[in-house]
Protein backbone atom coordinates (compact mmCIF):
# COMPACT_ATOMS: atom_id res chain seq x y z
CA UNK A 1 0.00 0.00 0.00
CA UNK A 2 1.43 3.11 -1.02
CA UNK A 3 2.21 5.91 1.71
CA UNK A 4 -0.97 8.16 1.87
CA UNK A 5 -1.32 11.67 3.87
CA UNK A 6 -5.04 11.87 3.65
CA UNK A 7 -5.61 8.29 4.47
CA UNK A 8 -3.56 8.85 7.67
CA UNK A 9 -5.72 12.05 8.19
CA UNK A 10 -8.76 10.35 8.30
CA UNK A 11 -7.49 7.57 10.13
CA UNK A 12 -6.64 10.33 13.47
CA UNK A 13 -10.17 11.50 12.98
CA UNK A 14 -11.51 7.96 13.68
CA UNK A 15 -8.91 7.35 16.08
CA UNK A 16 -9.25 10.49 18.05
CA UNK A 17 -13.57 9.80 18.55
CA UNK A 18 -12.69 6.05 19.66
CA UNK A 19 -10.57 7.60 22.29
CA UNK A 20 -13.09 10.23 23.75
CA UNK A 21 -14.99 6.98 24.77
CA UNK A 22 -12.63 4.80 26.28
CA UNK A 23 -11.16 5.38 29.66
CA UNK A 24 -8.16 5.61 31.48
CA UNK A 25 -7.33 2.28 32.58
CA UNK A 26 -7.13 1.82 29.32
CA UNK A 27 -4.29 4.27 28.10
CA UNK A 28 -0.87 2.70 26.84
CA UNK A 29 2.22 3.71 28.90
CA UNK A 30 4.61 5.77 27.36
CA UNK A 31 8.18 5.08 27.93
CA UNK A 32 10.55 8.03 28.41
CA UNK A 33 13.84 7.63 26.88
CA UNK A 34 16.48 10.40 27.97
CA UNK A 35 18.99 11.16 25.88
CA UNK A 36 20.81 13.78 27.78
CA UNK A 37 23.73 12.65 28.44
CA UNK A 38 24.35 11.27 24.93
CA UNK A 39 22.69 13.76 22.63
CA UNK A 40 22.10 16.23 24.49
CA UNK A 41 25.66 16.38 25.79
CA UNK A 42 26.47 17.19 22.33
CA UNK A 43 25.58 20.45 22.28
CA UNK A 44 28.67 22.90 21.86
CA UNK A 45 30.54 23.56 24.95
CA UNK A 46 28.21 21.28 26.87
CA UNK A 47 30.72 18.68 28.03
CA UNK A 48 30.31 16.67 31.40
CA UNK A 49 32.67 15.25 33.67
CA UNK A 50 32.20 12.08 34.79
CA UNK A 51 30.46 12.70 38.63
CA UNK A 52 28.38 15.28 36.53
CA UNK A 53 27.58 12.78 33.92
CA UNK A 54 26.40 10.45 37.67
CA UNK A 55 24.78 13.03 39.25
CA UNK A 56 22.28 13.81 36.87
CA UNK A 57 21.99 10.08 35.67
CA UNK A 58 20.90 9.71 39.55
CA UNK A 59 18.41 12.41 39.16
CA UNK A 60 16.86 10.95 35.83
CA UNK A 61 16.38 7.63 37.91
CA UNK A 62 14.40 9.60 40.67
CA UNK A 63 12.49 11.77 38.41
CA UNK A 64 10.85 8.16 36.82
CA UNK A 65 13.07 7.97 33.34
CA UNK A 66 12.56 4.16 31.70
CA UNK A 67 15.33 4.14 29.52
CA UNK A 68 18.52 6.48 30.19
CA UNK A 69 21.31 6.86 27.07
CA UNK A 70 24.06 6.96 29.22
CA UNK A 71 26.44 8.00 26.02
CA UNK A 72 28.34 6.87 23.30
CA UNK A 73 31.00 4.11 24.54
CA UNK A 74 33.11 3.72 21.80
CA UNK A 75 33.55 7.87 21.70
CA UNK A 76 36.20 7.54 24.29
CA UNK A 77 37.53 5.79 27.24
CA UNK A 78 35.95 8.53 29.65
CA UNK A 79 32.60 8.46 28.04
CA UNK A 80 33.10 4.84 28.59
CA UNK A 81 34.06 4.31 31.99
CA UNK A 82 31.29 7.10 32.62
CA UNK A 83 28.48 4.66 31.01
CA UNK A 84 29.92 1.61 32.66
CA UNK A 85 29.51 3.48 36.29
CA UNK A 86 26.06 4.44 35.75
CA UNK A 87 24.87 1.27 34.58
CA UNK A 88 26.89 0.01 38.07
CA UNK A 89 25.48 2.60 40.34
CA UNK A 90 22.42 4.06 38.60
CA UNK A 91 21.27 0.99 37.02
CA UNK A 92 20.08 -0.77 40.04
CA UNK A 93 18.32 2.21 41.87
CA UNK A 94 14.89 1.71 43.10
CA UNK A 95 14.50 5.14 44.96
CA UNK A 96 10.96 6.81 43.94
CA UNK A 97 10.84 3.92 40.90
CA UNK A 98 6.60 4.25 40.87
CA UNK A 99 7.04 1.24 37.75
CA UNK A 100 8.30 -1.26 40.00
CA UNK A 101 11.45 -1.15 37.86
CA UNK A 102 14.59 -0.07 38.00
CA UNK A 103 15.69 2.78 34.96
CA UNK A 104 17.29 1.03 31.53
CA UNK A 105 20.88 2.01 30.99
CA UNK A 106 21.40 2.25 26.97
CA UNK A 107 24.34 3.20 25.04
CA UNK A 108 24.27 4.13 21.28
CA UNK A 109 26.62 2.22 19.12
CA UNK A 110 27.31 2.64 15.49
CA UNK A 111 26.36 -0.34 13.27
CA UNK A 112 29.79 -1.80 13.57
CA UNK A 113 30.79 -4.66 15.85
CA UNK A 114 33.38 -3.29 17.85
CA UNK A 115 30.94 -0.41 18.68
CA UNK A 116 27.82 -2.99 20.24
CA UNK A 117 31.25 -4.76 21.64
CA UNK A 118 32.28 -1.92 23.61
CA UNK A 119 28.88 -0.51 24.07
CA UNK A 120 27.70 -3.83 25.85
CA UNK A 121 30.57 -4.31 28.38
CA UNK A 122 29.52 -0.62 29.19
CA UNK A 123 26.19 -0.95 29.74
CA UNK A 124 25.82 -4.89 30.58
CA UNK A 125 26.57 -4.29 34.61
CA UNK A 126 22.64 -2.68 34.54
CA UNK A 127 20.21 -5.47 35.80
CA UNK A 128 18.26 -3.77 32.70
CA UNK A 129 20.86 -2.70 29.68
CA UNK A 130 19.67 -1.78 26.19
CA UNK A 131 22.23 -1.56 22.84
CA UNK A 132 20.75 1.21 20.23
CA UNK A 133 22.43 1.22 17.30
CA UNK A 134 21.58 3.05 13.84
CA UNK A 135 22.76 3.49 10.87
CA UNK A 136 21.42 6.08 7.72
CA UNK A 137 18.90 5.14 5.56
CA UNK A 138 18.06 8.60 3.71
CA UNK A 139 19.40 8.37 0.08
CA UNK A 140 21.72 11.64 0.54
CA UNK A 141 23.33 9.74 3.90
CA UNK A 142 23.59 6.83 1.53
CA UNK A 143 25.27 8.28 -1.55
CA UNK A 144 27.39 10.81 0.20
CA UNK A 145 28.01 9.68 3.92
CA UNK A 146 28.23 6.00 3.66
CA UNK A 147 28.14 5.89 -0.15
CA UNK A 148 26.55 2.48 -0.32
CA UNK A 149 23.83 0.91 -1.98
CA UNK A 150 19.84 0.17 -0.72
CA UNK A 151 20.45 -3.34 -0.97
CA UNK A 152 24.17 -2.95 1.46
CA UNK A 153 21.98 -1.18 3.86
CA UNK A 154 19.57 -3.46 4.15
CA UNK A 155 22.27 -6.25 4.28
CA UNK A 156 24.42 -4.30 7.04
CA UNK A 157 21.44 -3.79 9.31
CA UNK A 158 20.41 -7.27 9.61
CA UNK A 159 23.98 -8.49 10.08
CA UNK A 160 24.59 -5.57 12.79
CA UNK A 161 21.07 -6.14 14.60
CA UNK A 162 21.27 -10.03 14.84
CA UNK A 163 25.42 -9.46 16.02
CA UNK A 164 24.00 -7.23 18.97
CA UNK A 165 20.71 -9.19 19.82
CA UNK A 166 23.11 -12.34 20.52
CA UNK A 167 24.84 -10.67 23.06
CA UNK A 168 21.58 -11.15 25.13
CA UNK A 169 20.92 -7.38 25.94
CA UNK A 170 17.52 -5.02 24.74
CA UNK A 171 18.29 -3.84 21.13
CA UNK A 172 16.76 -0.65 19.57
CA UNK A 173 17.26 0.24 15.80
CA UNK A 174 17.32 3.85 14.26
CA UNK A 175 17.01 4.33 10.96
CA UNK A 176 19.50 7.77 10.54
CA UNK A 177 17.53 10.36 9.26
CA UNK A 178 14.14 8.95 8.78
CA UNK A 179 12.53 11.76 8.19
CA UNK A 180 13.83 12.35 5.29
CA UNK A 181 14.03 8.98 3.88
CA UNK A 182 11.65 7.21 1.61
CA UNK A 183 8.81 5.25 3.56
CA UNK A 184 8.29 2.12 1.75
CA UNK A 185 12.38 1.76 1.77
CA UNK A 186 11.84 2.14 5.46
CA UNK A 187 9.57 -0.08 5.79
CA UNK A 188 11.95 -2.72 4.07
CA UNK A 189 14.94 -1.83 6.48
CA UNK A 190 12.78 -1.91 9.89
CA UNK A 191 11.21 -5.48 9.05
CA UNK A 192 14.93 -6.59 8.46
CA UNK A 193 15.88 -5.01 11.84
CA UNK A 194 12.61 -6.64 13.63
CA UNK A 195 13.50 -10.08 11.81
CA UNK A 196 17.09 -9.72 13.31
CA UNK A 197 16.10 -8.93 16.56
CA UNK A 198 15.30 -5.13 18.01
CA UNK A 199 12.19 -4.80 19.73
CA UNK A 200 12.18 -0.79 19.72
CA UNK A 201 12.25 0.73 16.22
CA UNK A 202 13.24 4.33 16.88
CA UNK A 203 12.59 7.08 13.66
CA UNK A 204 14.24 9.65 13.96
CA UNK A 205 13.45 13.37 12.46
CA UNK A 206 17.53 13.83 12.24
CA UNK A 207 17.77 17.39 10.93
CA UNK A 208 14.49 18.54 12.60
CA UNK A 209 13.03 18.87 8.73
CA UNK A 210 9.02 17.47 8.91
CA UNK A 211 6.08 18.87 10.09
CA UNK A 212 3.80 17.20 12.58
CA UNK A 213 1.44 16.06 10.27
CA UNK A 214 3.80 14.28 7.86
CA UNK A 215 5.64 12.78 11.13
CA UNK A 216 2.57 11.21 12.69
CA UNK A 217 1.70 9.93 9.17
CA UNK A 218 5.05 8.44 8.92
CA UNK A 219 4.80 6.78 12.25
CA UNK A 220 1.34 5.10 11.45
CA UNK A 221 2.54 4.24 8.32
CA UNK A 222 5.38 2.05 9.22
CA UNK A 223 3.66 0.95 12.14
CA UNK A 224 0.67 -0.50 9.56
CA UNK A 225 3.23 -1.75 7.13
CA UNK A 226 6.25 -3.04 8.21
CA UNK A 227 6.22 -6.69 9.20
CA UNK A 228 6.51 -7.60 12.59
CA UNK A 229 5.58 -3.72 13.55
CA UNK A 230 2.16 -4.53 16.12
CA UNK A 231 4.45 -6.52 17.92
CA UNK A 232 7.47 -3.82 18.81
CA UNK A 233 7.60 -0.08 19.70
CA UNK A 234 8.40 2.16 17.52
CA UNK A 235 10.11 5.54 19.25
CA UNK A 236 10.05 8.92 18.27
CA UNK A 237 13.13 11.33 18.19
CA UNK A 238 12.74 14.79 17.17
CA UNK A 239 15.20 17.62 16.40
CA UNK A 240 14.45 21.26 16.99
CA UNK A 241 15.46 22.70 13.72
CA UNK A 242 12.24 24.65 12.73
CA UNK A 243 10.76 24.60 16.65
CA UNK A 244 8.77 22.12 16.03
CA UNK A 245 10.46 18.98 17.74
CA UNK A 246 7.62 18.45 20.62
CA UNK A 247 4.77 19.45 18.11
CA UNK A 248 6.01 16.21 16.20
CA UNK A 249 6.81 14.06 18.79
CA UNK A 250 3.29 14.49 20.31
CA UNK A 251 1.88 13.91 16.64
CA UNK A 252 4.33 10.43 16.30
CA UNK A 253 2.64 9.53 19.77
CA UNK A 254 -0.90 10.06 18.44
CA UNK A 255 -0.45 8.16 15.70
CA UNK A 256 0.77 4.82 17.63
CA UNK A 257 4.46 5.85 19.20
CA UNK A 258 4.98 4.24 22.54
CA UNK A 259 8.47 5.89 22.81
CA UNK A 260 9.30 9.76 23.30
CA UNK A 261 13.20 10.21 22.96
CA UNK A 262 14.06 13.80 24.91
CA UNK A 263 16.29 15.60 26.42
CA UNK A 264 15.98 17.64 29.65
CA UNK A 265 15.35 21.57 28.79
CA UNK A 266 15.29 20.01 24.91
CA UNK A 267 19.62 20.26 25.09
CA UNK A 268 21.27 18.87 22.19
CA UNK A 269 23.05 19.04 18.79
CA UNK A 270 22.03 22.40 16.61
CA UNK A 271 18.66 23.60 18.21
CA UNK A 272 18.19 20.79 20.85
CA UNK A 273 16.13 18.03 20.84
CA UNK A 274 12.24 17.46 22.19
CA UNK A 275 11.95 18.58 25.99
CA UNK A 276 11.40 15.83 28.64
CA UNK A 277 9.46 18.61 30.72
CA UNK A 278 6.82 19.83 27.25
CA UNK A 279 6.08 15.86 26.33
CA UNK A 280 5.45 14.73 29.88
CA UNK A 281 3.55 18.00 31.07
CA UNK A 282 1.39 18.15 27.53
CA UNK A 283 0.19 14.78 28.00
CA UNK A 284 -0.49 15.20 31.49
CA UNK A 285 -2.59 18.36 31.10
CA UNK A 286 -4.29 17.06 28.02
CA UNK A 287 -4.93 13.58 29.26
CA UNK A 288 -7.96 13.37 27.86
CA UNK A 289 -6.57 13.88 24.17
CA UNK A 290 -4.10 11.67 24.29
CA UNK A 291 -3.91 7.52 24.20
CA UNK A 292 -1.12 7.41 26.02
CA UNK A 293 -0.39 7.85 30.40
CA UNK A 294 3.44 8.92 31.69
CA UNK A 295 2.33 8.55 34.96
CA UNK A 296 5.61 6.90 36.34
CA UNK A 297 7.24 10.32 35.81
CA UNK A 298 7.46 12.10 39.32
CA UNK A 299 6.63 15.69 37.58
CA UNK A 300 7.32 17.36 41.05
CA UNK A 301 11.64 16.54 40.07
CA UNK A 302 11.18 18.61 36.67
CA UNK A 303 12.56 21.50 38.24
CA UNK A 304 15.62 20.45 40.39
CA UNK A 305 16.23 18.14 37.18
CA UNK A 306 16.06 20.97 34.79
CA UNK A 307 18.45 23.23 36.99
CA UNK A 308 20.33 20.51 37.71
CA UNK A 309 21.53 20.18 33.85
CA UNK A 310 21.55 23.59 33.46
CA UNK A 311 23.90 24.08 36.10
CA UNK A 312 26.22 21.68 34.85
CA UNK A 313 26.39 22.22 31.05
CA UNK A 314 26.63 25.97 31.23
CA UNK A 315 23.74 25.93 29.14
CA UNK A 316 21.39 28.39 30.47
CA UNK A 317 17.39 28.42 30.26
CA UNK A 318 16.14 30.97 28.10
CA UNK A 319 13.35 33.38 30.55
CA UNK A 320 10.21 32.26 28.70
CA UNK A 321 11.22 28.22 28.19
CA UNK A 322 8.26 26.35 28.49
CA UNK A 323 7.51 24.68 31.93
CA UNK A 324 11.20 25.42 33.32
CA UNK A 325 11.56 28.80 32.07
CA UNK A 326 11.89 31.86 35.20
CA UNK A 327 9.04 33.63 33.57
CA UNK A 328 6.85 30.68 33.24
CA UNK A 329 4.39 30.82 36.13
CA UNK A 330 5.23 34.78 36.45
CA UNK A 331 2.48 37.53 35.78
CA UNK A 332 2.76 40.68 35.10
CA UNK A 333 0.15 42.13 33.56
CA UNK A 334 -2.57 43.72 35.98
CA UNK A 335 -4.82 42.18 33.78
CA UNK A 336 -3.45 38.67 34.79
CA UNK A 337 -2.83 39.52 38.01
CA UNK A 338 -6.18 39.64 38.96
CA UNK A 339 -7.20 37.11 37.83
CA UNK A 340 -4.66 35.48 39.20
CA UNK A 341 -5.95 36.50 42.65
CA UNK A 342 -9.58 35.41 41.90
CA UNK A 343 -8.29 32.14 40.41
CA UNK A 344 -5.26 30.79 39.47
CA UNK A 345 -6.82 28.91 36.95
CA UNK A 346 -7.77 31.65 35.05
CA UNK A 347 -4.32 32.05 33.62
CA UNK A 348 -2.48 28.94 34.55
CA UNK A 349 -3.51 25.71 32.91
CA UNK A 350 -0.86 23.92 35.37
CA UNK A 351 0.31 24.58 39.33
CA UNK A 352 4.05 25.60 40.01
CA UNK A 353 3.87 23.06 42.76
CA UNK A 354 3.76 19.80 39.94
CA UNK A 355 7.17 20.79 38.32
CA UNK A 356 8.93 21.22 41.72
CA UNK A 357 8.46 24.79 42.01
CA UNK A 358 7.85 26.04 45.72
CA UNK A 359 8.00 29.26 47.86
CA UNK A 360 8.52 28.81 50.78
CA UNK A 361 10.50 31.99 53.05
CA UNK A 362 10.94 29.87 56.23
CA UNK A 363 14.89 29.32 56.93
CA UNK A 364 17.39 31.90 58.14
CA UNK A 365 20.52 32.81 59.86
CA UNK A 366 19.01 31.30 63.26
CA UNK A 367 17.60 28.27 61.42
CA UNK A 368 19.76 25.05 62.61
CA UNK A 369 20.87 22.03 60.76
CA UNK A 370 18.07 19.76 61.45
CA UNK A 371 15.56 22.58 60.03
CA UNK A 372 17.96 22.51 56.74
CA UNK A 373 18.27 18.69 56.42
CA UNK A 374 14.41 18.80 56.74
CA UNK A 375 13.73 21.23 54.50
CA UNK A 376 16.31 19.41 51.67
CA UNK A 377 14.19 16.28 52.03
CA UNK A 378 10.95 18.04 51.17
CA UNK A 379 12.66 19.27 47.97
CA UNK A 380 13.70 15.50 47.32
CA UNK A 381 17.40 15.71 48.95
CA UNK A 382 16.88 12.22 50.93
CA UNK A 383 20.27 10.41 50.04
CA UNK A 384 23.11 12.99 50.92
CA UNK A 385 26.13 12.22 52.32
CA UNK A 386 27.49 13.37 55.81
CA UNK A 387 29.92 15.85 53.97
CA UNK A 388 27.80 16.93 51.38
CA UNK A 389 25.36 17.98 54.43
CA UNK A 390 28.18 19.44 55.87
CA UNK A 391 28.94 21.46 52.92
CA UNK A 392 25.38 22.70 51.83
CA UNK A 393 24.59 23.63 55.68
CA UNK A 394 27.97 26.03 55.41
CA UNK A 395 27.00 27.66 52.49
CA UNK A 396 23.47 27.64 53.68
CA UNK A 397 24.82 29.74 56.93
CA UNK A 398 27.14 31.76 54.81
CA UNK A 399 24.10 32.92 52.70
CA UNK A 400 22.06 33.64 56.18
CA UNK A 401 24.33 35.50 57.09
CA UNK A 402 24.21 38.12 54.44
CA UNK A 403 20.53 38.04 53.91
CA UNK A 404 17.03 37.75 56.00
CA UNK A 405 16.07 34.42 54.37
CA UNK A 406 17.30 31.56 52.09
CA UNK A 407 14.53 30.78 49.87
CA UNK A 408 14.29 27.04 48.16
CA UNK A 409 15.58 28.58 45.00
CA UNK A 410 18.86 29.40 47.13
CA UNK A 411 18.96 26.06 48.70
CA UNK A 412 18.43 24.49 45.13
CA UNK A 413 21.30 26.77 44.08
CA UNK A 414 23.96 25.57 46.50
CA UNK A 415 22.76 21.95 46.71
CA UNK A 416 23.59 21.57 42.99
CA UNK A 417 27.80 22.30 44.05
CA UNK A 418 27.20 20.26 47.40
CA UNK A 419 25.97 17.14 45.34
CA UNK A 420 30.04 17.54 43.15
CA UNK A 421 32.54 17.86 46.65
CA UNK A 422 33.79 14.26 45.84
CA UNK A 423 34.26 15.57 42.38
CA UNK A 424 38.03 14.97 42.44
CA UNK A 425 39.34 18.50 41.53
CA UNK A 426 42.46 19.15 40.60
CA UNK A 427 42.42 22.91 42.29
CA UNK A 428 39.65 24.09 45.20
CA UNK A 429 38.97 27.68 45.51
CA UNK A 430 39.73 29.06 49.43
CA UNK A 431 39.70 33.09 49.45
CA UNK A 432 39.18 35.91 46.77
CA UNK A 433 40.78 39.60 47.96
CA UNK A 434 39.91 42.54 45.31
CA UNK A 435 40.75 46.17 45.36
CA UNK A 436 38.98 48.21 43.14
CA UNK A 437 37.33 51.67 42.40
CA UNK A 438 37.39 54.67 40.55
CA UNK A 439 40.61 55.72 38.84
CA UNK A 440 42.47 52.53 40.78
CA UNK A 441 43.66 49.68 38.57
CA UNK A 442 41.72 46.49 39.93
CA UNK A 443 43.67 43.39 41.39
CA UNK A 444 43.06 40.35 42.99
CA UNK A 445 44.65 38.08 45.29
CA UNK A 446 43.57 34.66 45.24
CA UNK A 447 43.99 31.51 47.41
CA UNK A 448 43.51 27.64 46.33
CA UNK A 449 44.75 24.38 47.30
CA UNK A 450 45.52 21.46 45.66
CA UNK A 451 44.21 17.97 46.29
CA UNK A 452 46.96 17.26 49.18
CA UNK A 453 45.84 20.39 50.65
CA UNK A 454 48.86 22.53 49.91
CA UNK A 455 47.57 26.26 49.67
CA UNK A 456 49.01 28.69 47.12
CA UNK A 457 48.22 32.24 46.93
CA UNK A 458 49.52 34.64 44.06
CA UNK A 459 48.08 38.24 43.04
CA UNK A 460 47.03 39.60 39.36
CA UNK A 461 45.63 43.02 37.72
CA UNK A 462 43.13 43.60 34.97
CA UNK A 463 41.53 45.32 32.97
CA UNK A 464 38.21 45.10 35.37
CA UNK A 465 37.92 43.45 38.53
CA UNK A 466 36.71 39.68 36.69
CA UNK A 467 39.64 39.83 34.73
CA UNK A 468 42.03 40.15 38.06
CA UNK A 469 40.54 37.43 39.05
CA UNK A 470 41.05 35.11 36.24
CA UNK A 471 44.81 35.95 35.72
CA UNK A 472 45.18 35.13 38.97
CA UNK A 473 43.62 32.08 38.77
CA UNK A 474 45.51 31.31 35.88
CA UNK A 475 48.97 32.15 37.27
CA UNK A 476 48.25 29.52 40.39
CA UNK A 477 46.76 26.86 38.04
CA UNK A 478 49.59 27.48 35.20
CA UNK A 479 47.36 27.00 32.93
CA UNK A 480 46.22 29.45 30.29
CA UNK A 481 42.55 29.86 29.21
CA UNK A 482 40.53 31.99 26.82
CA UNK A 483 36.91 32.83 28.38
CA UNK A 484 34.12 32.18 25.59
CA UNK A 485 30.84 33.36 27.18
CA UNK A 486 30.29 34.63 31.12
CA UNK A 487 27.14 35.42 32.23
CA UNK A 488 25.69 36.49 35.16
CA UNK A 489 21.95 35.27 36.89
CA UNK A 490 20.30 35.83 39.70
CA UNK A 491 18.69 32.84 41.49
CA UNK A 492 15.83 35.44 42.79
CA UNK A 493 14.92 38.30 41.92
CA UNK A 494 16.03 40.30 44.47
CA UNK A 495 17.97 42.58 45.36
CA UNK A 496 19.85 40.38 47.84
CA UNK A 497 19.76 37.48 45.72
CA UNK A 498 22.50 34.80 45.20
CA UNK A 499 24.40 35.17 42.16
CA UNK A 500 25.07 32.26 39.79
CA UNK A 501 27.81 32.38 37.15
CA UNK A 502 28.16 30.02 34.08
CA UNK A 503 31.63 30.43 31.92
CA UNK A 504 32.95 28.56 28.99
CA UNK A 505 36.49 28.42 28.29
CA UNK A 506 39.20 27.18 26.12
CA UNK A 507 42.21 26.21 26.37
CA UNK A 508 44.83 29.30 25.59
CA UNK A 509 46.86 26.27 23.24
CA UNK A 510 45.34 23.64 21.49
CA UNK A 511 46.65 21.19 20.34
CA UNK A 512 47.46 20.80 16.68
CA UNK A 513 45.68 17.75 16.32
CA UNK A 514 42.03 18.77 17.02
CA UNK A 515 39.92 21.49 17.44
CA UNK A 516 39.76 23.13 20.96
CA UNK A 517 36.79 21.77 23.10
CA UNK A 518 35.18 24.28 25.50
CA UNK A 519 34.70 23.34 29.02
CA UNK A 520 31.86 24.91 30.79
CA UNK A 521 31.91 25.90 34.64
CA UNK A 522 29.61 27.52 37.70
CA UNK A 523 29.66 29.01 40.23
CA UNK A 524 27.23 30.41 43.36
CA UNK A 525 27.71 32.43 45.64
CA UNK A 526 26.31 35.79 47.47
CA UNK A 527 29.05 37.97 45.44
CA UNK A 528 29.31 38.02 42.04
CA UNK A 529 33.23 38.02 42.26
CA UNK A 530 33.32 34.99 44.07
CA UNK A 531 30.82 33.17 42.21
CA UNK A 532 32.88 34.26 38.71
CA UNK A 533 36.08 32.58 40.65
CA UNK A 534 34.42 29.44 41.51
CA UNK A 535 32.94 29.19 38.07
CA UNK A 536 36.16 29.47 36.02
CA UNK A 537 38.15 27.04 38.86
CA UNK A 538 35.04 24.48 37.87
CA UNK A 539 35.78 24.81 34.11
CA UNK A 540 39.65 24.80 34.69
CA UNK A 541 39.51 21.56 36.76
CA UNK A 542 37.29 19.95 33.56
CA UNK A 543 39.67 21.31 31.26
CA UNK A 544 42.95 19.58 33.44
CA UNK A 545 41.32 16.37 34.21
CA UNK A 546 40.42 16.52 30.24
CA UNK A 547 43.16 17.56 28.29
CA UNK A 548 45.95 15.76 30.65
CA UNK A 549 44.13 12.52 32.26
CA UNK A 550 47.60 10.76 32.86
CA UNK A 551 48.28 13.62 34.89
CA UNK A 552 45.41 13.56 37.05
CA UNK A 553 45.05 15.90 40.24
CA UNK A 554 48.97 16.11 41.17
CA UNK A 555 50.19 19.17 40.73
CA UNK A 556 53.33 21.10 42.03
CA UNK A 557 53.15 25.29 42.49
CA UNK A 558 52.61 27.63 40.03
CA UNK A 559 50.12 24.69 38.16
CA UNK A 560 52.85 22.33 36.61
CA UNK A 561 51.77 18.38 36.16
CA UNK A 562 53.88 16.09 37.27
Not at 181 to 191: H, I, K, R
Request: with cysteine; charged share 25%; net charge negative.
Amino acid sequence: MPFSRKLWSERRLVTSAARALSSSAELDKLVIFDTTLRDGEQSPGATLNTAEKLAIAKQLSRLGVDVCEAGFPIASPGDFEAVKLIATEVGPMMENRTSGKPMQICGLARAMEGDIERCYDAVSPAPLHRIHTFLATSDLHLEHKLKISRAECIEQVAKIVKFAKDTGADIEFSPEDAGRSEPDFLVDVLAVAIEAGATTLNIPDTTGYTLGSEYGDLIAYLRDNTPGGKAVIFSTHCHNDLGLATANTLAGVMNGARQAEVTLNGIGERAGNTALEEVVMAIKTRQHLFPVHVDDLDTVQIMRSSQMVSHYTGMLVQRNKAIVGQNAFAHEAGIHQDGMLKNPLTYEIMTPESVGLKTSLVLGKHSGRAAVQDRLQDLGYKDLSRDQLNEAFVQFKAIADAKSTVTDADLEAIMTDAELIDAGDVWNLEHVYITSGNNLTPSATVTMSDEDGTHYTDAAVGVGSVDAVFKAIERICGVGFVLDNFTVQSVTDSSDALGRVTVRIQPAKPGLDAEPVTYSGYGTHIDILVASARAVVNAVNKMLLHERPEHQRKVEFPGKLV
